[in-house]
């Protein structure tokens, strides 16, 4: 029986593999405790999504080619050498007894007596991680692998195939021939059993072996340590000992090298063994090699990393503001044109791959998204302004969050695709499904370190070399590099060592990497410093409603330790526009400068605002109104508004040959200060118009993500009732197959009223909505118009079923009808 076999489903009942039957994995699982299930999801996630329908549709799954490849890709060097060892040894086609005993495999990865100690007390904890994620289990006492591991880890410690494997594949006449010559006396009817019975033989393969030759006994060691195949002309010769005429001839006779293909000769697994004297690996590394590098201060470390989070935090909110008054276009392949990409990186002062990262992060947190024009353009979203209300640690770890779980990569923008197409930021070809574990990986091994360690490159290539052996590859290698400058980048590490605020993130808790990284963030400040040179310093970050205010009145002129607002003209008039008084600044600023404002500000705010909306704009085409005519007289007069088409109506009036806009954009080009007014003559003060995008659809959760304790608690519960409903011993209740419309939905209601009445339980069998035959245990409660109101057993939920859809009904045993918990 294959160890995916199902147990009779009216046999024992669920968890046993039933009186005088051999185990399988299924019989197995289902014995397994909640406990025991929900750790096994929690190491494997993607066994859970979606939610198997019972135990063995998970044994199932557990045992496929990609869920286990994907299993195999956690473990560490150590972890695959004894798991090898299992598939090695544990093998069900080499001869009984099948699997192995935890005492046989450490002998087996003793490479030297001096390691026995150590290993025996190494190898235990790993085969309860190896149980645990369900790639071995056991059979009595011995341990086997699941079955796929076979093809998976087909040369496991570089050994071949056993002997039998490679028996079975050579024609019966061959065979006959080798048993003939090497066991004429067998009793084994089988020629095939007799050589494999006869090469497990340590002492029947010793005097094989002593029969040949020393250059066979040379090609041997050649092959012993593996790799386990050679290659030689016409590998498939048929040779008897008597005719053996050379060292290869001398082997294939004795049946200590067998062909595997044409000109390929391996060597069986059994014999390698023995000639390795039962161990499976010249070394065994069951620690990861030493970090090298530099001891750095914890603190200090940490300092410089929260610094980098403070000018990503900066940045990103610059570039948003900037993006909400003159928005980026959308490239027809969805993307960032890289004119618009240089322009982000000058607002955020910083380089283009540094832009690239921000602005895709700040895409993949929800910050960032498109409008619904015909022409898009890149908008902050609505999230956006919830964000920036946060305090700033919130605000980090929402991209710090958004970095670990997206899969596309920025560092690729600028390149090209196959087809030649460059590749564009928020465009697509970005998307690498590895990169979210190439970062967990690398955060992980440099948290292993102590605080403030900063290993070397080789080192720390090194140790993720031991720790993710099957990852190890040329673009797995580049997104480790490309995650170890974007975590550099985005304050998670900081002078090459790990941050502290980083460590609880990874282990799940973002509520302690918060209160860490809030220490060494500075402290948003209610005030600035006005100086006599029309600026004001802001020594620190600020508010959010003071850092607004100050963006609208003055010009960001630069940025750093401390930010420089430059109060000019065209910037006070903003804020008159925005429908800001004099006044209102005025007091906004005494308020907040801890200096006096000087003489020359007041004067620029107080004639800035003497000016402004003397003139009025409306729409004629549009005309000028003013209740001063020498100002009038002044604006026609000046060179510089020819163009504008200007013409007096009235001493008051003057009309214009262009539009409002046009007008008032060219008045105030040339130093004038009008305002647009409506029909009634009232002012048009309009604030800056904040435009929003849609939210970003979330993304779905990676298949690596470990599922909250109560969703594996869920999981766990719907697998045993599902598993109940598919293994419960059960009476059918006829249904009629043929007779007039409606008879067999009768005989179903009718089944179903008798158990309402009762209070009992009964099985049914469902289509579901996609067309997929589920088991179901329900509590039926009423029946009405085509339905059936009941509770769900296998959801421990109250659910409605469509009559139509139920194909049967069967009742339980007693012995099942036992509430669920």
Not at 266 to 283: I, K, M, N, Q, Y
Not at 402 to 413: C, I, K, M, N
């Amino acid at each position: 029986m294959t160890e995916n076999a199902q147990p009779d489903r009216h046999g024992s009942g669920p968890g046993t593999a039933g009186p005088g039957r051999p185990p399988t994995f299924t019989s197995w699982l289902r014995d397994r405790s909640d406990e025991e299930l929900a750790a096994l999801l929690s190491a494997r996630p993607d066994l859970a999504r979606p939610v198997p329908a019972d135990i063995g549709a998970l044994a199932a799954r557990a045992t496929t080619r990609n869920t286990v490849l994907r299993a195999l890709e956690g473990l560490d060097s150590f972890t695959l050498q004894v798991l090898e060892g299992v598939v090695a040894l544990g093998d069900d086609r080499l001869s009984e007894p099948v699997g192995v005993t935890p005492d046989e495999l450490v002998t087996a990865l003793t490479p030297a007596a001096a390691d026995a100690d150590r290993l025996r007390e190494a190898v235990p904890p790993v085969l309860v991680g190896l149980r645990r994620s369900a790639l071995i289990w056991p059979d009595r006492d011995r341990l086997r692998p699941v079955q796929v591991l076979r093809d998976l880890l087909d040369a496991p410690a570089r050994l071949g195939p056993p002997a039998r494997v490679l028996l079975a594949a050579l024609p019966h006449g061959r065979v006959k021939r080798l048993a003939d010559d090497l066991v004429p006396d067998s009793a084994e009817p089988a020629p095939v059993e007799a050589l494999a019975r006869l090469l497990a033989d340590p002492r029947r393969l010793d005097d094989l072996l002593s029969r040949v030759g020393e250059q066979a006994h040379r090609l041997l060691d050649g092959m012993t340590w593996g790799p386990p195949h050679g290659t030689v002309a016409d590998a498939r010769r048929d040779v008897g000992v008597a005719d053996a005429g050379s060292s290869v001839e001398e082997l294939l006779a004795r049946a200590l090298l067998l062909p595997s293909g044409d000109d390929t000769l391996t060597l069986p697994r059994e014999v390698a063994l023995h000639l390795r004297s039962g161990r499976l690996f010249r070394e065994v590394g069951v620690e990861p090699p030493a970090f090298a590098g530099t001891e750095r201060d914890g603190d200090a470390v940490t300092r410089f990393a929260a610094g980098q989070a403070f000018t990503v935090l900066r940045a990103i909110e610059e570039l948003l503001e900037s993006w909400s008054a003159e928005p980026a276009a959308v490239l027809r392949n969805g993307g960032l044109g890289v004119r618009d990409l240089r322009r982000a990186a000058r607002v955020m002062d910083t380089d283009d791959a540094t832009a690239a990262l921000y602005v895709e992060i700040a895409h993949v947190a929800g910050l960032l998204g498109t409008d619904d024009r015909v022409e898009g353009e890149w908008l902050p979203t609505r999230e956006y302004d919830l964000w920036r209300e946060s305090p700033p640690e919130r605000r980090w770890l929402r991209l710090a969050q958004a970095w670990l779980d997206t899969d596309r990569v920025p560092a690729l923008s600028g390149s090209k695709d196959p087809g030649g197409r460059m590749r564009n930021v928020l465009g697509p070809g970005l998307v690498r499904p590895a990169a979210p574990q190439a970062r967990r990986d690398l955060l992980g091994e440099l948290a292993t370190a102590d605080p403030g360690y900063a290993p070397t490159p080789v080192s720390l290539s090194a140790r993720l070399a031991w720790r993710r052996p099957r990852r190890r590859s040329q673009p797995y290698t580049e997104l480790v590099a490309v995650a170890e400058t974007e975590a550099a980048a985005l304050g998670l590490t900081g002078r090459d060592a790990l941050a502290d605020h980083v460590r609880p993130l990874l282990e799940g808790d973002p509520e302690g990497a918060a209160a860490l990284l809030s220490v060494h963030l500075p402290r948003p400040l209610d005030h600035v410093l006005v100086q006599g040179d029309l600026t004001a310093i802001a020594p620190g970050p600020l508010v959010t409603e003071l850092a607004r205010e100050l963006s609208l009145i003055a010009e960001v002129e630069s940025t750093g330790g401390a930010t420089v607002y430059r109060f000019t003209e065209d910037s006070v008039r903003r804020a008159l526009d925005a429908g800001r008084g004099i006044a209102d600044i005025t007091t906004l600023l005494e308020r907040h400068s801890r200096t006096p404002l000087p003489q020359a500000l007041r004067y620029l705010m107080s004639d800035v605002g003497r000016r402004h909306g003397r003139l009025r704009a409306g729409s004629a085409s549009a005309y000028l109104r003013c209740d001063e005519p020498a100002l009038l007289d002044e604006v026609i007069g000046d060179r510089r508004t020819e163009t504008l088409g200007l013409v007096r109506l009235a001493p008051t009036v003057v009309a214009s040959a262009v539009n409002r806009a046009t007008l008032v954009e060219g008045l105030r080009r040339s130093g004038y200060h009008p305002v647009p007014e409506g029909g009634d003559g009232t002012m048009r003060l309009s604030r800056p118009e904040v435009r929003r995008a849609e939210p970003v659809e979330v993304p779905p959760e990676p298949l690596s993500a470990t599922p909250p304790v109560e969703r594996l608690r869920d999981t766990v519960r719907a697998v045993r009732a599902g598993d109940e409903a598919a293994t419960a011993v059960r009476r059918p209740v006829s249904l009629p197959e043929d007779g007039p419309p409606g008879s067999r939905a009768m005989a179903v209601s009718t089944a179903l009223a008798r158990v309402a009445e009762t209070g009992d339980r009964v099985w049914i069998g469902y289509t579901d909505t996609d067309g997929r035959q589920v088991s179901r245990i329900i509590a039926p409660s009423s029946i009405d118009g085509g339905f059936v109101i009941a509770h769900d057993a296998t959801r421990n939920a109250v659910q409605r079923f469509a009559i139509h859809r139920i194909t049967a009904v069967a009742e339980l045993e007693e012995d099942d009808r036992t509430e669920t918990p």
